[in-house]
């Protein structure tokens, strides 16, 4: 079944301890990118991955780190955690092509985040 | 400039009721795709439907239907016969195809409730 995994689902952390989110797809895809949700701002991008050893900014990528040496992984790392981090994460992939379609769009479960 | 605006915070319908979901986007690229997706409170993303701009006909999957005015810049989502199961935020997105990633830009969604 293709699909995205994000871990962990839920996490309550604290101030300044360093996490890692991870996320992994099946399905071969080159692009992977993260977002975060918070109310009233709709989803917004905080890095995405075009391959292997190639990752950019997104609109919001401050505290945040992410490194993809291999194709299915794209993990989300927070150095140093603090409370405007509390969001609801998406982790997304999709290959790149001439021909897209609304389900090659593959996006994880998401990711509660909270940073006390 | 906001590319993507969803100008309802809230819409309430009745069971069985139809209901617009208004969206309206900004983009100089001829090629792009437009998508809609739902959140239930769980918080996961579920695809609903997808349009390209060069598609000839208003895309449907099922009861979703999508009233795509290209000259106006809108791409509003129909849900007909609503059930209570529709109650959740529902988000426009759009993808431009001539950018060399494939960030989805989201609107800041529109909260659906359905009432019996």
């Known amino acids: 079944e293709a699909q995205v995994t994000q871990n962990p689902r839920y996490l309550i952390t604290v101030t300044g301890k360093k996490l890692t989110v991870t996320c992994s797809q099946n399905?071969?895809?080159?692009?992977m990118s993260w977002y975060r949700q918070d109310p009233g701002l709709g989803l917004r991008q905080i890095y995405y991955s075009m391959n292997v050893e190639v990752t950019d900014k997104g609109d919001v990528p401050e505290g945040y780190k992410v490194s993809r040496k291999e194709k299915r992984n794209f993990p989300l790392i927070l150095e140093s955690p603090s409370p405007n981090q509390t969001s609801l994460y998406f982790c997304a992939s999709s290959p790149i092509g001439d021909s897209y379609s609304g389900n090659t769009i593959y996006f994880g479960e998401g990711s509660w985040l909270t940073v006390v | 400039a906001q590319k993507i605006t969803q100008t309802q915070p809230g819409m309430f319908v009745q069971e069985k009721e139809a209901v617009t979901l208004d969206c309206t986007y900004d983009t100089s690229d001829p090629s792009y795709g437009l998508f809609w997706y739902k959140q239930p409170s769980s918080g996961e993303m579920i695809f609903l439907i997808y349009?390209?701009?060069?598609?000839?006909q208003n895309a449907t999957e099922g009861r979703y239907s999508l009233n795509f005015q290209k000259a106006r810049k809108s791409a509003n989502l129909v849900i007909s016969a609503s059930q209570l199961g529709d109650s959740a935020m529902y988000f426009c997105?759009?993808?431009?195809?001539?950018?060399?990633?494939?960030?989805?830009?989201f609107g800041k969604g529109t909260t659906l409730s359905v009432s019996s």
């Open positions: 349009q390209g701009s060069y598609d000839q």
């Open positions: 399905m071969n895809h080159e692009y």
């Open positions: 997105a759009m993808r431009e195809t001539n950018q060399a990633g494939t960030a989805l830009i």
